[in-house]
């Protein structure tokens, strides 16, 4: 059904890149970013939104000329003297996946024409570490580095996601910082993302004669509340009960018979921690402890009240026997490439960022079994790059 109705409009897909290039006049677009996408076969979505990706590793090399490009046209454009860059990396940088994408992250920013140094907010002046493959990084102390007349650094670029708050050494900074700060997890919450995501995608739809539900996610959401709490988690029963009947009614209005499905998130946060699938309003009504765990504490043991219900999308795309769904990355919003995350522990309709997954990278212009999908899914993350720009404006 869906591959009949893209094929008749996918020659407006120019149109649509030069309306979104349009429309990102008037923003701050994310240095880089991530999305994960879901497509069920009869609608896509964009289900998560990274401002803060770790995963350059999981990128076919063949995409890193063209990553390296668009990072040097981006970097210049916000100042064409920057010549010294610091990534601030996660603190939990003994992760020797994470060192390894690190590892990548500071190369391609060399191949693009900058100097580059790797800081975390530790104490004191440096420490060695060892990458995946072998390959030992020095990450300096910040405080050392913003004080060493050695070092001048002319730009930050954070890759840590900023779960714990703001750390001071961010605050009143006379060197620019990139994504701002602002935007870490303390306080950007996906409740507001997807929000300004599906103002987006509606609006974008309306232009091209498109029903905005065959590329977006229905929602509903709550504050302040605790999942340990049964008149709570009833709240949020109440809640997914609505938006159940909302998804069922468009099944059927669409010859649809799947099962609907929900996904419980925390409004803040990465990881995949934090969400839990859901059939029913009973499902969270009756949560049991392990879960209520999961929906209590996030990255960090960060506590969790705030919480969005979204509609499930399954996902046709299965690799090497695993199921799987494409993550595209973004640079200055502009797609350069992607890779595959994997799960051999889950089915199409589970949260595929948990324990049992795997990677395998998408070569640019293809998405394996589904390469006409690929264009679509590069509308609608660059569409998901607008409701972040939006959200730097409300935050920063």
């Known amino acids: 059904m869906l591959d009949r109705y893209l094929s ?30 879901r497509d069920s076969g009869f609608k ?16 076919s090399s063949a995409q890193h000329s063209l990553i390296s490009t668009q990072f040097r046209k981006a970097i210049l454009k916000k100042d064409p003297t920057i010549r010294t860059i610091a990534i601030i990396a996660e603190d939990h940088t003994r992760n020797k996946r994470y060192l390894h994408h690190l590892f990548i992250l500071r190369q391609l920013i060399e191949n693009a024409g900058f100097s580059v140094i790797l800081t975390s907010f530790f104490e004191g002046i440096s420490h060695d570490l060892e990458s995946e493959n072998n390959h030992v990084l020095t990450i300096y ?19 840590n996601d900023l779960t714990s708050g703001l750390p001071p050494l961010l605050k ?7 994504p701002n700060p602002q935007l870490g997890w303390f306080n950007r919450s996906k409740i507001r993302h997807f929000e ?23 929602m509903k959401h709550s ?35 799947q099962q609907p499905t929900l996904f419980l ?76 995350r994997l799960n051999n522990q889950k089915n199409t309709t589970q949260n595929l960022n948990s324990p049992g997954m795997s990677f395998a990278p998408i070569e640019t212009g293809t998405a394996f079994a589904y390469p006409s999908r690929y264009e679509w899914y590069g509308v ?14 409300e935050l920063a």
């Open 8 to 37: 008749t409009v996918a020659y407006q897909i120019p149109a649509m890149h030069e309306w979104i290039d349009e429309q990102e006049k008037k923003f701050n677009l994310p240095i880089y970013s991530s999305v994960d996408v």
């Open 44 to 59: 896509l979505g964009i289900v998560d939104t990274n401002l803060f990706p770790a995963g350059f590793n999981n990128l």
């Open 141 to 159: 102390g910040l405080q050392h580095l913003l004080h060493a007349s050695s070092h001048a650094i002319d730009l930050l670029i954070c890759n």
């Open 172 to 178: 009143n900074l006379s060197i620019p910082c990139i």
């Open 196 to 218: 300004y995501a599906n103002q987006w995608i509606s609006t974008w739809a309306n232009q091209f004669g498109l029903d905005p539900w065959l590329f977006s996610c229905l």
């Open 223 to 257: 504050s302040d509340l605790s999942i340990n709490t049964s008149e709570d988690r009833h709240v949020l029963a109440d809640l997914a009960s609505d938006l159940l009947k909302e998804i069922t009614e468009k099944y059927k209005a669409y010859g649809i018979s």
């Open 265 to 340: 998130k925390a409004a803040n946060g990465t990881y995949g921690m934090g969400v839990e699938v859901v059939t029913s309003a009973d499902d969270i009504a009756l949560l049991n402890r392990k879960s209520r765990n999961n929906l209590s504490k996030g990255k960090g043991s960060s506590h969790i009240s705030s919480f969005l219900i979204q509609e499930g999308i399954s996902t046709i795309h299965h690799f090497d026997n695993h199921v799987a769904e494409p993550c595209l990355y973004l640079i200055n919003n502009q797609v350069v490439g992607g890779f595959y």
């Open 380 to 393: 609608l993350s660059r569409l998901a790059g607008l409701a972040a720009s939006e959200e730097e404006k």
